[in-house]
């Protein structure tokens, strides 16, 4: 694990949420004093537990600063950028989007930026976020985190990989994969899933280990997806190793019981609360962190050395 060890400094998910509803009062005021108006809108679909940790970021930022969250989510590209512009027409102070599809929602963005709202892009869409307007991206180099997981996998012994997308079309997803396969000195092939069924998901990636017994390797891109790929592993008697990017604590546990060899952590409560902090810095005094340039909440490594604190905290809603 050293390889990837490295990347803990380095700062395209299972249980229902209410990532999808709007929800126009979720942080109310605390201890700050803030007030500002500030409104996110995500792609995180139904059931992802992914969202739900960003979300908690977001409020608990909110809270400690005295702003109100405006909260918003949408799998849908064309939606979510309807719920950007309606954000834009409620005049909020400030706007934090995550773009797994930048072209759909680049109008939205920019019509924001040109009414003077200030954007933070999160997530997704770093390679687009200056482009259209945003003052930074705050998330993860899918770049650095893939090729660091194929470089692993590698010195594990691993050949033959299926790479399991589950969204179509997320753009930072594919590059996942794409800088595993960059780093792997092997075979590697995408699965498409769908995150909102994950028992035909399990089914698809069991089925697809029954029929190349070669397979000697899963990565999976997000939490639900590690825990339902552990599942057809066992169901197709493979003996491939499984690895994942981003943690809940199903995935933590079963890094701690030796069924997912690691999982990669963009820490995504950061992402939300760092987002929410820097818009409030922003407005109230034209602080930029980092200079505009991307700034990095991960990638963080869970290993079977410190899975069972990072379950704890994951339990918690807080990794």
């Not at 969204?167 to 994969?177: K, P, Q």
């Amino acid at each position: 694990m050293a390889a990837l060890a490295l990347l803990v400094t380095a700062a395209a998910c299972s249980n229902e949420n209410a990532v999808n509803r709007d929800d126009d009062d979720t942080s109310g005021k605390g201890g700050g004093t803030y007030g500002l108006k500030i409104a996110v809108v995500t792609h995180g679909a139904a059931g992802d537990a992914f969202w739900s940790i960003v979300k908690n970021g977001v409020e608990k930022a909110g809270g400690d600063l005295g702003d109100t969250i405006q909260y918003s989510s949408d799998g849908d590209p064309q939606k979510q950028a309807q719920l950007i512009d309606a954000a834009v027409n409620q005049k909020v102070d400030g706007l934090v989007v995550s773009m797994a599809n930048p072209d759909a929602l680049k109008a939205s963005v920019e019509k924001a930026v040109a009414a003077g709202i200030p954007v933070i892009t999160i997530n997704s869409g770093a390679a687009r976020s200056k482009e259209f307007g945003a003052l930074t991206h705050i998330g993860q180099d899918e770049k650095v985190a893939g090729e660091a997981v194929g470089a692993e996998l590698k010195k594990q012994g691993v050949k033959n990989v299926v790479c399991v997308i589950h969204e179509a079309g997320n753009v930072g997803l594919e590059e996942r994969c794409a800088a595993v396969a960059s780093t792997l000195g092997g075979q590697l092939q995408n699965l498409q899933v769908d995150i909102n069924n994950l028992q035909a998901s399990q089914a698809t990636i069991k089925a697809k280990l029954q029929a190349d017994s070669a397979i000697d390797g899963v990565v999976t891109l997000g939490g639900p997806v590690a825990n339902v790929a552990a599942a057809g592993i066992a169901e197709a008697a493979s003996p491939a190793k499984l690895a994942t990017f981003d943690l809940n604590a199903e995935v933590a546990k079963a890094v701690q019981d030796g069924k997912i060899l690691f999982a990669v952590d963009q820490q995504p409560y950061l992402q939300g609360y760092l987002a929410v902090t820097m818009l409030t810095q922003y407005k109230s005094n034209l602080n930029v962190l980092g200079g505009g340039q991307q700034v990095l909440t991960g990638p963080a490594l869970v290993t079977k050395e410190n899975a069972a604190q990072v379950a704890e905290l994951a339990a918690a809603g807080n990794r």
